[in-house]
């Protein structure tokens, strides 16, 4: 008789380990299936401008703080140099005290207050009337020329403790402002890498034709920038075409959109504020693109964080953003705001 074998069941822990493998080939297979494919060369290119003027803006502000610093430096080193001369100047006037006690106490001995005064502050008996009563002029006055004088130098050293704080915390936020751009560049640069070398190439060649382009439009219709400050500055900027996009950098050699526009206006002889938002306030405002004059600053977006020079025929020149060069850009290419005429 033959046995009929039951066949053998499969343990229950290989039963969970097969069913947790299905599932998670399952689940991959559907992750696979609904994963966002690579973005178009144009997608990247849209994500990354977006990025870049993003990184603009910070810089703008990361250019207020530095300008901002440098000026509490120099600030804080001229208080300094206030009050070391006023001690120098203090230690003079106390020198003559001393000489005026000394002549007093050769001629028979100094005087109470005097004496006093040598050893102690002023100012705890100075403002006494029975402590002048008891002085001579010339004593009340010297005694009153090293009170003037050391009220002074406390308030200079108020001032420059002050200051150094204001230094401090300007110095933090450069350094923030500073993180913000180049953490902005790397996440443009990040979406770059995704991008072929081909692709790449296109997109390079796109912008240089685009500029080739706007300079020929510009130059085309004979627009000349008018004679006087604008004239040169404009002159200074068209020199450096070329020149690499550097966040707050101002010259010669690279520079960012306001350090662009600052940096030629000194090579007129004229100096203009650092910032993009500062350099709209420096002249008079032009808000209709049909009266600007070639040489006119232009301001972009909301928060004017982008300047540049126009160009005449509706093209500008500027320093767009890092990876690019000083170079000619249609002004439609951004949201403007308004034109300055220095």
């Known amino acids: 008789m033959a046995s009929h074998r039951r066949p053998k069941q499969a343990s229950r822990a290989r039963v969970s380990v097969l069913t947790l493998t299905a599932a998670a080939a399952v689940a991959l297979t559907s992750q696979t299936a609904q994963a966002d494919p690579k973005p178009s060369k144009e997608e990247v290119k849209s994500k990354v401008d977006k990025l870049y ?71 705890s008996y100075l403002d006494k009337a029975s402590t002048l009563d008891q002085l001579s002029g010339q004593q009340v006055e010297a005694l009153k020329k090293i009170q003037e004088k050391q009220r002074s130098l406390a308030q200079k050293r108020k001032e420059a403790s002050q200051k150094l704080e204001d230094l401090s915390t300007t110095r933090t936020q450069l350094k923030k402002k500073k993180t913000q751009v180049k953490d ?67 010259g010669p050699s690279s520079f960012d959109c306001s350090g662009l526009t600052s940096w030629a206006y000194a090579q007129a002889g004229v100096s203009i504020p650092r910032t993009s938002q500062a350099q709209a306030n420096a002249g008079t405002r032009i808000y209709s693109q049909s009266q600007l004059q070639v040489g006119d600053l232009v301001l972009f977006y909301g928060d004017l964080s982008h300047v540049g020079f126009y160009a ?13 060069s000083v170079r000619y850009e249609s002004l439609s290419a951004m949201p403007f705001e308004f034109g300055v005429r220095i």
């Open 53 to 123: 003027e993003e990184a603009e803006k910070a810089t703008e502000k990361y250019n207020g703080a530095k300008e901002k610093q440098e000026k509490l430096e120099k600030e804080v080193s001229d208080l300094q140099d206030t009050v070391a001369r006023g001690q120098g100047e203090l230690n003079d006037l106390r020198d003559g005290l001393g000489s005026l006690a000394n002549a007093q106490y050769r001629s028979g001995g100094i005087d109470p207050s005097v004496q006093l005064f040598l050893s102690s502050d002023p100012d």
């Open 184 to 250: 902005k560049l790397a996440e443009a640069q990040k979406l770059l890498n995704t991008l072929t070398a081909k692709e790449k190439q296109q997109l390079d060649d796109q912008e240089n034709r685009a500029s080739r382009d706007s300079e020929r439009t510009a130059i085309g219709t004979g627009a000349k920038a008018p004679s006087g400050r604008a004239g040169s500055a404009y002159a200074a900027a068209q020199s450096v075409i070329g020149s690499p996009y550097v966040y707050g950098a101002a």
């Open 312 to 324: 005449g025929n509706g093209q500008i020149l500027h320093a767009p953003h890092t990876g690019a």
